[in-house]
């Protein structure tokens, strides 16, 4: 297998990909009573996920804070607001609102 300059095999790729996927849910199963934990996975998941230029899986994306990178959980360190067809969620370790398209 020939490969090019900075490039990595497609079967590692298929194991970062699988290596995010736990490392969120470990996040998630983690986070009411190790914060720091769950901080901790999203920080490896994003390196995992770097270092293989992936992106983060589209139903993880919202589970960490895109300034500080910390776990959030709406209603419990992060406040969940519906306007105008727009939620935002403020994280409440840093204070930044993100804003995505809302619709039912």
Same mark, same amino acid.
């Given at each position: 297998m020939k490969l090019t300059m900075g490039s990595k095999p497609a079967w590692a790729e298929e194991i970062a990909r699988e290596r995010i996927e736990l490392l969120f849910e470990q996040a998630e199963e983690a986070f009411p009573d190790r914060k720091d934990r769950a901080d901790r996975y999203v920080e490896i998941a994003r390196n995992i996920a770097m270092t293989f230029n992936l992106s983060v899986?589209?139903?993880?994306?919202?589970?960490?804070?895109? *300034?500080?990178?910390?776990? @959030?959980?709406? /209603?419990? *360190?992060?406040?969940?607001? @519906?306007?105008? /067809?727009?939620?935002?969620v403020t994280c409440e370790e840093c204070g930044e609102t993100e804003r995505q398209p809302y619709s039912d």
């Open positions: 899986p589209e139903d993880h994306r919202s589970d960490f804070c895109s *300034n500080c990178y910390s776990y @959030v959980k709406p /209603g419990q *360190n992060a406040r969940l607001r @519906v306007e105008g /067809g727009v939620k935002k």
